[in-house]
């Protein structure tokens, strides 16, 4: 089952902030963060591997709601390095296999 | 650390001719290796699992036999498109998983593939 995200797309300008959420119908174990640039291969951000865990990455941030079954990824003071699809990722098999939802676009205006 | 290499980056090929695209991870060890189709604008699709020393994994819809993945080591991974075609245009990428408690993917940077 894809992971659903939201919003589809945004558009901020430099310092602004952004929350990007995915959520699941299926229990979820972990939640994988990536960004893609235009042409580019996606960027491995963080993983969340348990309920209640928040992970943070220079002003980049994340928390996984195990009960609500879903990952929030938060952009604090946002930068121009920041525009990218941000793509989350949910483990589905035993082999690690992710499933990916549709991916977020993000655009940071000077 | 945790890098992966893809190669070719770029290739254009005539329709019918198979096309070999490797991925390396450069200085960890991957025991599985995934590949992804993504279209433009879209986001990325599994299309197998590969496992180092036994056949892959293919995902519902895609083709064994078109799609041909050998995983010969630890560090390198294959997937040989056969007999390509216009449909087979797309961008692969390919992404190495790291023994870590989180089972971590890091991606390659991606084949641009155009069958003329």
């Known amino acids: 089952q894809q992971p659903v995200q939201s919003p589809q797309a945004v558009i901020l300008r430099e310092g602004e902030d952004a929350v990007i959420n995915c959520s699941s119908s299926?229990?979820?174990?972990?939640v994988h963060w990536y960004r893609q640039k235009h042409g580019e291969a996606p960027v491995f951000l963080m993983i969340l591997l348990k309920g209640g865990e928040q992970k943070g990455h220079e002003k980049i941030s994340a928390s996984f709601n195990e009960k609500k079954q879903q990952s929030s990824l938060y952009l604090t003071a946002s930068q121009l390095s920041y525009s990218g699809t941000y793509f989350c990722g949910t483990p589905r098999g035993s082999q690690g296999n992710l499933i990916f939802g549709k991916g977020t676009k993000l655009s940071v205006k000077p | 650390g945790a890098v992966v290499s893809q190669h070719p980056s770029r290739v254009i090929c005539k329709s019918g001719t198979s096309v070999k695209i490797e991925c390396r991870s450069l200085?960890?060890?991957?025991?599985?290796m995934f590949w992804y189709r993504q279209f433009p604008k879209q986001s990325l699709m599994l299309m197998a699992t590969?496992?180092?020393?036994?056949?892959?994994?293919?995902e519902q819809g895609v083709e064994k036999d078109k799609f041909l993945i050998n995983h010969a080591s630890l560090t390198l991974s294959t997937l040989t498109v056969t007999s390509a075609h216009p449909e087979d245009s797309s961008f692969y990428i390919c992404s190495a998983m790291a023994r870590t408690s989180g089972n971590e993917q890091f991606f390659g940077p991606g084949t641009r593939l155009t069958v003329l």
């Open positions: 590969s496992n180092e020393g036994s056949k892959a994994t293919y």
């Open positions: 299926k229990a979820l174990y972990s």
């Open positions: 200085d960890f060890q991957a025991t599985t």
